[in-house]
């Protein structure tokens, strides 16, 4: 029986406080930088208490979800380090390190764990394996070239991979894609992907937003509607829920 986006979209729901309390247990204790160790510690053992089997890799977290073992590997990924500045808000999970999720990695993350909790319900229908990559130093640059050079598109090797930003300047329910930049109204994001407005100190990270090319098919793949790969003007929708 075919899952459909409501329903995924329900369980999700479900799940919204624990994502908050991931999101915001990691944004009070940031780490900057490639080594990331009471970061790696608790999405460890959030992914254990869901059954996986974490790996670290180059100072990230791998783990992997199979259903049928197809040969096919899909890689979801998301970025843990935090910036090295100093938090001025009043938020009860402020953080007071001298460091700070302002950049949105903390929701990265939160979501990333959000997403392992729902392929986990739903593996008896997963035609073939999913690997979830926690990536550390998104914001010096060496993260993905360490894990890269370490082996994260190794054993299994994914013929596709998906990831995606935080923008404080997207409206909500609007989803941003490069390569031919469009627009993708969807109705089923809402609030759920807004920016919280009394996080004050959160950045515009414009030019490192959805640079991967697909996440917006991420985001309509419950939908199985085909994205058309030509170059839009930026903002000018070319899908849209009836």
Not at 7 to 15: H, N, P, S
Not at 122 to 129: E, F, I
Not at 144 to 173: D, I, N
Not at 189 to 196: E, M, Q, V
Request: hydrophobic fraction near 35%.
């Amino acid at each position: 029986m075919a899952v459909s986006a409501k329903e995924i979209l329900a369980e999700a729901e479900a799940l919204r406080e624990t994502m908050i309390s991931d999101r915001r247990t990691l944004h009070a204790a940031p780490e900057a930088g490639a080594d990331l160790p009471r970061t790696r510690e608790y999405v460890a053992g959030r992914l254990r208490e869901m059954g996986y089997e974490p790996k670290e890799l180059a100072g990230g977290i791998t783990a992997e979800i199979t259903g049928s073992d197809t040969g096919t590997c899909v890689l979801l990924r998301a970025d843990m380090d935090a910036l090295r500045v100093t938090e001025q808000t009043d938020l009860p999970f402020r953080s007071q390190n001298g460091c700070m999720h302002g950049c949105g990695h903390d929701m990265h993350t939160a979501m990333l764990l959000g997403a392992a909790k729902l392929l986990r319900g739903y593996q008896s229908k997963l035609n073939g394996t999913v690997k979830l990559v926690f990536q550390p130093d998104e914001e010096g640059f060496t993260g993905a070239k360490a894990m890269l050079a370490a082996g994260v598109l190794r054993e299994p090797a994914p013929q596709a991979g998906f990831a995606l930003h935080v923008h404080s300047g997207t409206p909500s329910g609007l989803v941003l894609c490069g390569e031919g930049t469009f627009r993708l109204p969807w109705r089923y994001a809402g609030d759920r992907c807004r920016p919280n407005p009394h996080r004050r100190e959160h950045l515009s990270c414009t030019r490192r937003a959805c640079r991967t090319r697909g996440c917006g098919e991420t985001a309509c793949g419950h939908h199985s509607r085909q994205i058309h790969r030509r170059r839009r003007a930026k903002y000018h929708p070319v899908i849209s829920d009836p």
